[in-house]
């Protein structure tokens, strides 16, 4: 079945630095690539949908300048977290569909800790 | 305004008997669902998912039943073995569109 991998997995940073966060698909193209941000007992959060070759679409209330999104390829995508917090510790998960928009499949995810 | 809702946060099961997961959403323009199963430390994987148009789906011991008129969908894990014990996430879509996730049960099935 189709591959989704993050890299890194788990990722431990100072407050203030950036971190950049890769989403690839291993045996399809991904025409679309969605970024999840998932809170303790919430469910994941929809951050951005990015489309390959152009801007992405962040959700409301989604910095844009704090979490950058770039899908240069059809399959890769990253997200980089710039000036990293505290409160921005957290499990970021990317998903990646298809050009026929099937289901989505996702990454393993990717935990950041900032101290 | 959560369009995806999982009312149960936990559930638990006895080994062999089956598991009902619930989901309902307020988007009658949903269509398509799909059920994700996700283990500590690792992104969701996808599990079974159901059409707008159908109101039963089976793929060996899981089986997803949507009824439209009552915006709810169910999975059903018979039987229930231990390594089904993770958090089940209901998501639903409407097209293309992005996802749209409930916000998770935790199912724990004991010997």
């Known amino acids: 079945g189709a591959v989704v991998s993050q890299h890194p997995s788990r990722v431990i940073c100072k407050s203030g630095t950036s971190v950049k966060i890769e989403c690839r698909s291993l045996?399809?193209?991904?025409?679309?690539m969605f970024w999840y941000r998932q809170f303790p007992k919430q469910s994941l959060m929809l951050m951005a949908t990015s489309n390959e070759g152009s801007k992405a679409t962040y959700e409301q209330g989604v910095e844009k300048d704090k979490f950058l999104i770039n899908h240069a390829s059809l399959t890769l995508s990253t997200l980089t977290v710039t000036s990293a917090h505290p409160e921005d510790s957290s499990f970021y998960i990317c998903?990646?569909?298809?050009?026929?928009?099937?289901?989505?499949?996702f990454g393993p995810g990717t935990r950041l800790l900032v101290l | 305004d959560q369009q995806v809702k999982q009312n149960s946060p936990s559930l638990s099961v006895q080994e062999g008997r089956i598991s009902i997961l619930n989901c309902d959403y307020t988007n009658s323009m949903f269509d398509y669902f799909l059920w994700y199963k996700k283990y500590p430390a690792e992104g969701p994987t996808f599990l079974i998912s159901?059409?707008?148009?159908?109101d039963k789906n089976e793929d060996g011991r899981f089986t997803v039943f949507l009824n439209k008129s009552a915006k709810h969908l169910s999975l059903h894990i018979v039987p229930s073995q231990p390594g089904d014990s993770a958090v089940y996430f209901c998501?639903?879509?409407?097209?293309?569109?992005?996802?749209?996730f409930g916000t998770g049960t935790r199912l724990q099935v004991f010997p």
């Open positions: 159901i059409s707008s148009i159908k």
């Open positions: 998501a639903a879509s409407e097209g293309t569109d992005k996802l749209i």
């Open positions: 045996d399809f193209q991904a025409t679309t």
């Open positions: 998903s990646a569909s298809g050009p026929v928009g099937e289901t989505q499949y």
